[in-house]
C-alpha cells in the first residue's frame, strides 16, 4: 500500500463526544428557551458544522433549510453554544477503542496524520489536546478557517497540497457521508466506520473502499 497520510474526522470517528455536544447544545436551548433534546437526538443532528446542528435543534428538524432559517435566532444561537461548549471540552467524551495505540502505531510507520473536522476550529485543537492525542497530529482543521467545509474537497485538498501529499497517497477517514463524499470528490481512498454519527444512512451501503466495524481494523491495513 502506497498511503503516506491519514485524514481522519473527529466526532464520531476517533472520540465518542456526544456528551459534551448534547450538554452545550441543551444548554443553548435552554438560554433560548427551549425544551432540551435527548443525546441520541442530538447524535443523528451531528455531521454537517455548526450552523446545521443549531437549526436542526431549534427547528427538530433533520432536513431543516438553512437559507430559510432565521438568521437572527441562529447567530444568537451560535453565541451561546460556543460559551457553553468552550467550557466542556475537557468532559464528556470517550476516545474509541485502541484509538491512541492506533496512532501512535502510524507515526511510527511514517505516517503523515490529519484531522479534518466540520466543528469550529477554535475548538479542534484544544480537544484534541484534551484528548491526549494532540501530539500524534501533523495538522488538524476544523471549519470556519476556509470558507467551505466536508463534502467539499477543497478542504482535504488543502492540507494535502501543504504537505505535499498526493491524493493517491492519502486515505480519508470517517464515519458519514460527508466524509465519504469527501474522500470521493478528491479522489482519494475512503474508509467508513460503522460506529459513529451518520444520522439515519445505512453506512454498509456506502460505497467506501473499506466498512469497518471497529479502529483496529483500520491499523490492520498497515501491519507487515
Known amino acids: ?6 485524514v481522519f474526522d473527529l466526532d464520531g470517528t476517533l472520540a465518542n463526544t456526544v456528551g459534551q455536544l448534547t ?15 435527548d443525546c441520541k437526538v442530538v447524535a443523528l443532528y ?5 450552523n446545521y446542528l443549531l437549526a436542526r435543534a431549534l427547528s427538530r428538524d433533520f432536513n431543516v433549510n438553512l437559507d430559510n432559517f432565521d438568521k437572527d435566532l441562529l447567530n444568537q444561537a451560535r453565541v451561546y453554544f ?18 491512541e ?21 477554535q475548538f479542534v485543537i484544544p480537544l484534541l489536546e484534551y484528548m491526549g492525542i494532540s501530539q500524534y497530529i501533523d495538522e488538524a482543521l476544523g471549519s470556519e478557517v476556509l470558507e467551505y467545509k466536508k463534502p467539499d474537497p477543497r478542504t482535504l485538498q488543502y492540507l494535502l497540497d501543504k504537505h505535499h501529499i498526493h491524493n493517491d497517497e492519502a ?12 474522500a470521493i470528490n478528491a ?38
Open 1 to 6: 500500500m502506497t498511503i503516506k497520510a491519514l
Open 23 to 37: 450538554k452545550a447544545v441543551n444548554a443553548t436551548l435552554i438560554s433560548l428557551k427551549r425544551e432540551p433534546l
Open 46 to 50: 451531528v455531521g454537517n458544522g455548526l
Open 82 to 99: 460556543k460559551e457553553h461548549y468552550a467550557k466542556a471540552l475537557a468532559y464528556d467524551f470517550e476516545l474509541y477503542d485502541d484509538v
Open 101 to 121: 495505540s492506533s496512532l501512535k502505531f502510524f507515526k511510527e510507520k511514517g505516517l503523515k496524520l490529519f484531522v479534518l473536522s466540520n466543528k469550529p476550529h
Open 171 to 182: 486515505m480519508m477517514v470517517g464515519d458519514s457521508i460527508n466524509d465519504l463524499l469527501c
Open 187 to 224: 479522489k482519494v481512498k475512503s474508509v467508513i466506520f460503522t460506529y459513529g454519527y451518520h444520522g439515519n444512512d445505512d453506512v454498509r451501503s456506502f460505497k467506501a473502499d473499506y466498512i469497518f466495524d471497529k479502529f483496529i481494523q483500520l491499523k490492520q491495513l498497515f501491519e507487515d
